[in-house]
Protein backbone atom coordinates (compact mmCIF):
# COMPACT_ATOMS: atom_id res chain seq x y z
CA UNK A 1 0.00 0.00 0.00
CA UNK A 2 1.66 3.51 -0.95
CA UNK A 3 0.07 6.69 -1.94
CA UNK A 4 -0.11 5.21 -5.71
CA UNK A 5 -2.43 2.66 -4.47
CA UNK A 6 -6.25 3.79 -5.51
CA UNK A 7 -8.85 4.05 -3.01
CA UNK A 8 -10.49 0.50 -2.64
CA UNK A 9 -14.16 0.62 -3.57
CA UNK A 10 -16.81 0.32 -1.68
CA UNK A 11 -20.34 -0.28 -1.49
CA UNK A 12 -22.23 -0.12 2.09
CA UNK A 13 -25.61 -1.90 2.67
CA UNK A 14 -27.81 -0.49 5.57
CA UNK A 15 -31.48 -0.35 6.70
CA UNK A 16 -31.52 2.31 9.03
CA UNK A 17 -30.29 5.29 11.23
CA UNK A 18 -26.62 4.95 9.23
CA UNK A 19 -24.30 5.97 12.49
CA UNK A 20 -22.00 3.58 11.21
CA UNK A 21 -21.86 4.31 7.75
CA UNK A 22 -21.17 7.53 9.06
CA UNK A 23 -18.64 6.78 11.11
CA UNK A 24 -17.06 5.35 7.70
CA UNK A 25 -17.53 8.61 6.28
CA UNK A 26 -15.89 10.62 8.64
CA UNK A 27 -12.91 8.57 8.88
CA UNK A 28 -12.43 8.88 4.86
CA UNK A 29 -13.07 12.50 5.15
CA UNK A 30 -11.14 12.92 8.59
CA UNK A 31 -8.39 10.12 8.60
CA UNK A 32 -7.50 9.31 5.18
CA UNK A 33 -9.44 5.88 4.76
CA UNK A 34 -8.20 4.85 1.71
CA UNK A 35 -11.64 3.48 0.53
CA UNK A 36 -14.24 4.93 -1.83
CA UNK A 37 -17.73 4.80 -0.92
CA UNK A 38 -19.18 4.03 -4.42
CA UNK A 39 -22.52 3.64 -3.41
CA UNK A 40 -24.92 3.48 0.09
CA UNK A 41 -27.53 0.81 -0.56
CA UNK A 42 -30.84 0.56 1.29
CA UNK A 43 -33.46 -1.93 1.59
CA UNK A 44 -35.66 0.43 3.20
CA UNK A 45 -36.90 3.77 1.69
CA UNK A 46 -37.10 5.59 4.35
CA UNK A 47 -33.30 4.51 5.99
CA UNK A 48 -32.29 7.62 7.54
CA UNK A 49 -28.41 6.81 6.60
CA UNK A 50 -29.71 7.35 2.93
CA UNK A 51 -29.32 11.29 4.18
CA UNK A 52 -26.57 10.72 5.34
CA UNK A 53 -24.94 9.89 2.26
CA UNK A 54 -26.89 12.25 0.27
CA UNK A 55 -24.79 14.79 2.54
CA UNK A 56 -21.85 13.74 2.27
CA UNK A 57 -22.28 13.44 -1.69
CA UNK A 58 -22.26 9.42 -2.29
CA UNK A 59 -24.42 7.78 -4.86
CA UNK A 60 -27.04 5.65 -3.17
CA UNK A 61 -29.56 3.60 -3.99
CA UNK A 62 -32.85 1.42 -2.76
CA UNK A 63 -33.55 -2.25 -3.44
CA UNK A 64 -36.98 -2.05 -1.71
CA UNK A 65 -37.01 -6.14 0.17
CA UNK A 66 -41.41 -5.63 0.27
CA UNK A 67 -41.42 -5.60 -3.48
CA UNK A 68 -39.68 -9.25 -3.88
CA UNK A 69 -41.52 -12.07 -3.44
CA UNK A 70 -38.84 -14.21 -1.92
CA UNK A 71 -35.78 -13.86 -0.64
CA UNK A 72 -33.75 -15.12 -3.66
CA UNK A 73 -35.19 -13.09 -6.07
CA UNK A 74 -34.54 -9.79 -3.63
CA UNK A 75 -30.84 -11.11 -3.14
CA UNK A 76 -30.45 -10.93 -7.13
CA UNK A 77 -31.99 -7.50 -7.11
CA UNK A 78 -29.59 -6.55 -4.74
CA UNK A 79 -26.30 -7.92 -6.15
CA UNK A 80 -27.55 -6.86 -9.65
CA UNK A 81 -27.35 -3.41 -8.23
CA UNK A 82 -24.08 -3.72 -6.11
CA UNK A 83 -22.63 -4.98 -9.36
CA UNK A 84 -22.77 -1.14 -11.06
CA UNK A 85 -20.64 -0.06 -8.82
CA UNK A 86 -18.02 -2.85 -8.97
CA UNK A 87 -17.29 -3.01 -5.05
CA UNK A 88 -13.81 -4.66 -3.82
CA UNK A 89 -15.76 -4.71 -0.70
CA UNK A 90 -19.36 -4.67 0.64
CA UNK A 91 -19.88 -3.34 4.37
CA UNK A 92 -22.59 -4.11 5.99
CA UNK A 93 -23.49 -1.18 8.45
CA UNK A 94 -26.63 -2.17 10.08
CA UNK A 95 -28.05 -4.21 7.03
CA UNK A 96 -30.86 -6.21 8.50
CA UNK A 97 -31.13 -8.84 6.19
CA UNK A 98 -30.90 -12.60 6.17
CA UNK A 99 -28.81 -12.95 3.20
CA UNK A 100 -28.71 -16.35 1.11
CA UNK A 101 -25.98 -18.69 0.20
CA UNK A 102 -25.58 -17.83 -3.02
CA UNK A 103 -25.33 -13.67 -2.27
CA UNK A 104 -23.19 -14.89 0.64
CA UNK A 105 -20.91 -17.12 -1.48
CA UNK A 106 -20.47 -14.31 -4.29
CA UNK A 107 -18.83 -11.90 -1.85
CA UNK A 108 -17.19 -14.90 0.18
CA UNK A 109 -13.87 -12.64 1.58
CA UNK A 110 -15.04 -9.59 0.53
CA UNK A 111 -17.90 -8.62 2.90
CA UNK A 112 -17.51 -7.68 6.46
CA UNK A 113 -20.50 -7.33 9.02
CA UNK A 114 -20.56 -5.47 12.53
CA UNK A 115 -22.60 -7.04 14.79
CA UNK A 116 -23.17 -5.36 18.41
CA UNK A 117 -22.25 -8.94 20.93
CA UNK A 118 -19.37 -10.25 21.56
CA UNK A 119 -19.95 -13.10 19.25
CA UNK A 120 -19.90 -15.95 19.25
CA UNK A 121 -22.28 -15.25 22.14
CA UNK A 122 -25.42 -13.43 21.67
CA UNK A 123 -25.80 -13.78 17.38
CA UNK A 124 -29.30 -12.61 16.07
CA UNK A 125 -31.56 -9.38 16.85
CA UNK A 126 -32.24 -7.58 20.28
CA UNK A 127 -28.60 -8.32 21.89
CA UNK A 128 -28.49 -5.60 23.82
CA UNK A 129 -31.75 -6.81 25.88
CA UNK A 130 -30.54 -10.33 26.07
CA UNK A 131 -27.52 -9.17 27.32
CA UNK A 132 -29.16 -7.71 30.15
CA UNK A 133 -31.51 -10.04 30.64
CA UNK A 134 -28.54 -12.79 31.12
CA UNK A 135 -27.12 -11.18 33.85
CA UNK A 136 -24.06 -11.22 32.46
CA UNK A 137 -21.12 -8.50 33.44
CA UNK A 138 -19.50 -7.91 30.08
CA UNK A 139 -20.75 -6.59 26.46
CA UNK A 140 -19.20 -5.23 23.32
CA UNK A 141 -19.10 -5.54 19.33
CA UNK A 142 -17.77 -7.83 16.71
CA UNK A 143 -16.58 -7.24 13.04
CA UNK A 144 -16.37 -10.62 10.99
CA UNK A 145 -16.56 -11.83 7.33
CA UNK A 146 -19.99 -13.00 6.53
CA UNK A 147 -20.11 -16.39 5.85
CA UNK A 148 -23.05 -18.40 5.36
CA UNK A 149 -23.65 -18.62 9.11
CA UNK A 150 -25.62 -16.06 10.20
CA UNK A 151 -23.55 -13.86 12.59
CA UNK A 152 -21.22 -17.03 12.34
CA UNK A 153 -18.30 -15.47 10.02
CA UNK A 154 -14.46 -15.60 11.19
CA UNK A 155 -15.01 -12.32 13.76
CA UNK A 156 -11.68 -10.42 13.07
CA UNK A 157 -12.25 -7.67 15.74
CA UNK A 158 -13.86 -7.34 18.80
CA UNK A 159 -13.99 -4.14 21.65
CA UNK A 160 -15.42 -4.78 24.90
CA UNK A 161 -17.74 -2.82 27.43
CA UNK A 162 -18.81 -3.36 31.01
CA UNK A 163 -22.46 -3.62 31.51
CA UNK A 164 -23.61 -2.19 34.52
CA UNK A 165 -26.25 -2.78 37.48
CA UNK A 166 -28.29 0.29 36.67
CA UNK A 167 -28.08 0.16 32.60
CA UNK A 168 -31.03 -0.01 30.88
CA UNK A 169 -30.97 -1.34 26.69
CA UNK A 170 -30.64 2.07 25.65
CA UNK A 171 -27.43 3.24 27.90
CA UNK A 172 -25.79 -0.22 27.08
CA UNK A 173 -26.41 0.46 23.61
CA UNK A 174 -24.75 3.66 23.66
CA UNK A 175 -21.65 2.19 24.88
CA UNK A 176 -21.51 -0.17 22.59
CA UNK A 177 -22.42 1.91 19.32
CA UNK A 178 -19.46 4.36 20.61
CA UNK A 179 -17.28 1.30 20.09
CA UNK A 180 -18.85 0.41 17.15
CA UNK A 181 -18.24 3.75 15.31
CA UNK A 182 -14.01 3.10 16.46
CA UNK A 183 -13.54 -0.89 15.31
CA UNK A 184 -16.00 -0.12 11.75
CA UNK A 185 -13.13 2.14 10.24
CA UNK A 186 -10.15 0.28 11.71
CA UNK A 187 -11.43 -3.46 10.46
CA UNK A 188 -12.12 -1.37 7.00
CA UNK A 189 -8.59 -0.18 6.57
CA UNK A 190 -6.75 -3.59 7.02
CA UNK A 191 -8.85 -4.84 4.41
CA UNK A 192 -8.03 -1.95 2.25
CA UNK A 193 -4.75 -1.89 3.39
CA UNK A 194 -4.42 -5.71 2.46
CA UNK A 195 -3.46 -6.70 5.82
CA UNK A 196 -7.16 -8.43 6.28
CA UNK A 197 -8.38 -11.51 4.19
CA UNK A 198 -10.28 -14.10 4.28
CA UNK A 199 -8.09 -17.30 3.51
CA UNK A 200 -8.91 -20.64 1.37
CA UNK A 201 -10.11 -22.81 4.34
CA UNK A 202 -12.28 -20.23 5.63
CA UNK A 203 -9.95 -18.89 8.26
CA UNK A 204 -8.86 -15.06 8.81
CA UNK A 205 -5.87 -13.85 7.98
CA UNK A 206 -4.32 -10.95 9.15
CA UNK A 207 -0.72 -9.54 8.31
CA UNK A 208 0.16 -13.09 6.92
CA UNK A 209 -0.99 -14.67 9.86
CA UNK A 210 -4.23 -16.51 10.24
CA UNK A 211 -6.01 -15.57 13.18
CA UNK A 212 -7.54 -18.17 16.46
CA UNK A 213 -8.82 -15.13 18.05
CA UNK A 214 -9.78 -12.15 17.16
CA UNK A 215 -7.92 -8.71 17.46
CA UNK A 216 -9.54 -7.12 21.06
CA UNK A 217 -9.44 -3.08 20.61
CA UNK A 218 -8.85 -1.39 23.91
CA UNK A 219 -9.50 2.20 24.13
CA UNK A 220 -6.08 2.96 25.41
CA UNK A 221 -4.46 0.98 22.35
CA UNK A 222 -6.84 3.20 19.88
CA UNK A 223 -4.54 5.42 18.88
CA UNK A 224 -1.60 2.66 18.02
CA UNK A 225 -3.55 0.56 15.83
C1 LIG B 1 -25.63 -1.36 14.94
O1 LIG B 1 -25.79 -1.59 16.31
C2 LIG B 1 -25.00 -2.54 14.27
O2 LIG B 1 -24.06 -3.17 15.08
C3 LIG B 1 -26.19 -3.43 14.05
O3 LIG B 1 -27.23 -2.55 13.68
C4 LIG B 1 -26.98 -1.27 14.26
C5 LIG B 1 -26.99 -0.29 13.14
O4 LIG B 1 -26.85 1.04 13.61
N1 LIG B 1 -25.88 -4.43 13.06
P1 LIG B 1 -26.59 2.22 12.58
O5 LIG B 1 -27.66 2.14 11.51
O6 LIG B 1 -25.23 2.02 12.01
O7 LIG B 1 -26.70 3.46 13.39
Keep these: ?20 LQSIID ?4 DNLPIEIRAVISNRPAAGGLQR ?23 QALQDCIECFQPGLVVLAGFMRILTAGF ?16 PEFPGLNTHQRVLESGGKQHGVSIHFVTEAVDGGPVVLQARVPVH ?37 GNAVLDGARMTTPVILIPESAASC
Excluded at 170 to 199: C, G, K, M, N, S
Design 104 to 119: VSHYQGRMLNIHPSLL
Design 1 to 20: MNAATPPLPVVILISGRGSN
Design 27 to 30: AVAN
Design 53 to 75: ADRAGITTAVVDHSLYSDRATFD
Design 165 to 201: QQDTVETLTARVLEQEHRLYPLAIRWFAEQRLQLDDT
